[in-house]
C-alpha cells in the first residue's frame, strides 16, 4: 500500500491568515492531484501536477509537486471563509489513485 | 450532462443483509472506479474498471463484488453486509488525470 501522510490534519485561522498544507510519500507517483471536499458532497479537484518541480497557481492557491514527484503542497494566501473544507491529495501509479488522509481547514470570520 | 450520479444517498443495513450501491454516468469515460472514506483515513479506493468488462481490485477490496457490463453503469455490490462497511461510498469516473466524483452513499450497517 503506498501512502500518502498530509499535515496538518487540522488547521482554524483567522480569514486573512497564509497556510501551507503537506502532502508526503515514500512513493515516486506520475501525477498528483488536490481537491477539495465539502460536508455531504464528493471531492472536487483543484489541480493536477505532472511534473517534477513543478509549480500551478489558481487564485490565490499555489501547487508544488515535489523534484523527486513524492510530496506536494498547497499554499493559500490571504484565507478566506469560502476556503473552509477537507483537502485531500492523491497520488496516481499505474492505474489506481492512492489518497492522503486530508486537511481539515477552518477559516474564521 | 449528470455527471456522476449515485443512488441512494443514505442506506441503512442489518448485519447479513445484501444490497447494491448504483453509479451511473454520461461522460463516456472508460476509467470508473469505487472508494470508501472513513474518518481520519481519506479514501481508499474498493474496484476499479477500466472498461466495460474488465474489472480490477483497489486496495481494500473484500466483501465488495463489482461488475461492468456497460460504459455507463457500475454498481457496487454488498454481499452479506458487516458493521465494518459501515461509511461513505463514492464512485468515480477517470480522464486524462481527472476524477470526477458522484455526490456520496452513506451507509450504515447496524
Known amino acids: 500500500t503506498q501512502l500518502l501522510e498530509q499535515s496538518p490534519q487540522f488547521l482554524s485561522i483567522q480569514e486573512g491568515e497564509n497556510l501551507t498544507v503537506y502532502c508526503n510519500s515514500s512513493?515516486?507517483?506520475?501525477?498528483l492531484q488536490w481537491y477539495r471536499q465539502e460536508p455531504g458532497e464528493g471531492p472536487v479537484l483543484l489541480v493536477t501536477?505532472?511534473?517534477?518541480?513543478e509549480v500551478k497557481k489558481l487564485k490565490r492557491l499555489t501547487f508544488q509537486f515535489g523534484d523527486a514527484r513524492k510530496d506536494s503542497s498547497l499554499h493559500i494566501t490571504a484565507a478566506q471563509p469560502g476556503d473552509t473544507g477537507l483537502y485531500l491529495c492523491?497520488?496516481?501509479?499505474?492505474?489506481?489513485?492512492?489518497f492522503g488522509t486530508g486537511t481539515s481547514l477552518t477559516v474564521i470570520p | 450532462n449528470a455527471g456522476v450520479t449515485q443512488t441512494p444517498k443514505f442506506q441503512v443495513l442489518k448485519t447479513g443483509q445484501s444490497m447494491t450501491l448504483q453509479c451511473a454516468q454520461d461522460m463516456n469515460h472508460e476509467y470508473m472506479s469505487w472508494y470508501r472514506q472513513d474518518p481520519g483515513m481519506g479514501l481508499r479506493l474498493i474496484h476499479y474498471?477500466?472498461?466495460?468488462?474488465?474489472?480490477d481490485q483497489g486496495e481494500v477490496p473484500n466483501g465488495y463484488n463489482v461488475s461492468r457490463s456497460t460504459t455507463e453503469d457500475f454498481p457496487l455490490r454488498l454481499l452479506s453486509a458487516a458493521p465494518s462497511q459501515t461509511s461513505v461510498y463514492f464512485c468515480?469516473?477517470?480522464?486524462?488525470?481527472?476524477?470526477?466524483f458522484g455526490p456520496g452513499t452513506r451507509l450504515t450497517v447496524l
Open positions: 512513493s515516486v507517483f506520475s501525477s
Open positions: 492523491a497520488g496516481a501509479s499505474g492505474n489506481q489513485f492512492y
Open positions: 468515480a469516473t477517470h480522464r486524462h488525470n481527472e476524477q470526477f
Open positions: 474498471s477500466v472498461g466495460a468488462g474488465i474489472t
Open positions: 501536477v505532472v511534473t517534477g518541480g
